[in-house]
Structures are given as structure tokens and as C-alpha cells.
């Protein structure tokens, strides 16, 4: 009876260490699982903000008809973005902006915006300001205009301006 009794005490002491084992295994993994999804979501909250954007002025210029709208704005954040057709642009009366989408050849009455940085390579780089040309397809009427610009990942701007005096 003492050498059985020893016997399952060893079986016992064996299935309690892998047991053990396999659990600590199990965790280790989970916990991995877990680190690397925080290290992930750090890592895209950093680029999305690292995209910043920040309209500095805007106005109408009454020049085409319809008059068109344009906004300058300046790349505040560390990455450059050279894909214009995510970016939105809100512009119109206040409350009543409309959505514009990238053309670069976008003329008035459109319904169109056309970016152009400051030096001309297409690519909107930290620290530089871009013009951005919105074409409405009606007439521009209103007392309070609003401007937004969103990119896809990052932080855009909004800005209220008054219309121009006649």
C-alpha cells in the first residue's frame, strides 16, 4: 500500500506540473496578445496624430461666377500627405456647409475643390501652407461662412469667417 499511495502521490505532483505549466503557458500567450494590441493602438494614434491640419484664413473671392471659397491652410502636424482625394472639405453658409471632393482641375461652379501647396510638388509637407480652392456649384449667399477641412486619419479644422464686404 506505501509504494501505490508514493506512486499516485508522483502521478499527481506530475499532472499538477504541467497542468501548471500549461496554464502559465496560456497566460503568457494571452498577455502577449494584449501587449500587442496596445502596442498597436499607440502606434495608430500616433499617426493620426501626427496628420494634423489647421485652416489659418478664409474667404470668398467673388471674382468667378458663382464666387468660390478659399481657405489656407497649414500642415501642423509631422507627416506629409500627398493623396488629396481623403481629405475632406466642408465649406458654406454657417450650418449649412456642403462637402467638396478633390479634382485638380477644378474650375467654377464645379462642386470641386483643388489643393496647391506652397512649393508646387504635390506633396503637403509639415509646416506648409496650402491654398485650397472650393468651387459651389449655386451662387454663395450668407452672412457667417464655415470652413472644414478632415483628413482621412488625423486632425482636421474648422473656422467661421464673414462673408467679404460688398
Known amino acids: 500500500m506505501g509504494f501505490s499511495l508514493t506512486l499516485s502521490h508522483i502521478i499527481m505532483v506530475i499532472a499538477s506540473v504541467c497542468l501548471a505549466s500549461?496554464?502559465?503557458?496560456?497566460?503568457?500567450?494571452?498577455?502577449?496578445?494584449?501587449?500587442?494590441?496596445?502596442?498597436?493602438?499607440?502606434?495608430?494614434?500616433?499617426?493620426i496624430v501626427s496628420l494634423q491640419l489647421e485652416i489659418v484664413y478664409a474667404t470668398i473671392n467673388s471674382t468667378?461666377?458663382?464666387?468660390?471659397?478659399?481657405?489656407?491652410?497649414?500642415?501642423?502636424?509631422?507627416?506629409?500627405?500627398?493623396?488629396?482625394?481623403?481629405?475632406?472639405?466642408?465649406?458654406?453658409?454657417?450650418?449649412?456647409?456642403?462637402?467638396?471632393?478633390?479634382?485638380?482641375?477644378?474650375?467654377?461652379?464645379?462642386?470641386?475643390f483643388s489643393l496647391s501647396d506652397a512649393d508646387g510638388d504635390n506633396t503637403w509637407e509639415p509646416r506648409e501652407t496650402a491654398v485650397i480652392k472650393a468651387y459651389p456649384s449655386s451662387n454663395v449667399e450668407g452672412v457667417i461662412f464655415e470652413a472644414k477641412i478632415v483628413p482621412s486619419k488625423g486632425i482636421g479644422s474648422s473656422y467661421l469667417f464673414p462673408a467679404p464686404p460688398s
Open 22 to 47: 500549461a496554464f502559465s503557458v496560456y497566460a503568457f500567450y494571452t498577455g502577449n496578445l494584449v501587449q500587442n494590441e496596445l502596442a498597436q493602438n499607440v502606434n495608430d494614434y500616433k499617426r
Open 64 to 112: 468667378t461666377s458663382p464666387p468660390h471659397f478659399i481657405i489656407y491652410a497649414k500642415n501642423v502636424g509631422y507627416l506629409p500627405l500627398t493623396d488629396f482625394t481623403f481629405l475632406d472639405v466642408y465649406v458654406g453658409e454657417y450650418g449649412k456647409a456642403q462637402l467638396f471632393t478633390y479634382n485638380a482641375t477644378a474650375s467654377a461652379g464645379s462642386g470641386q
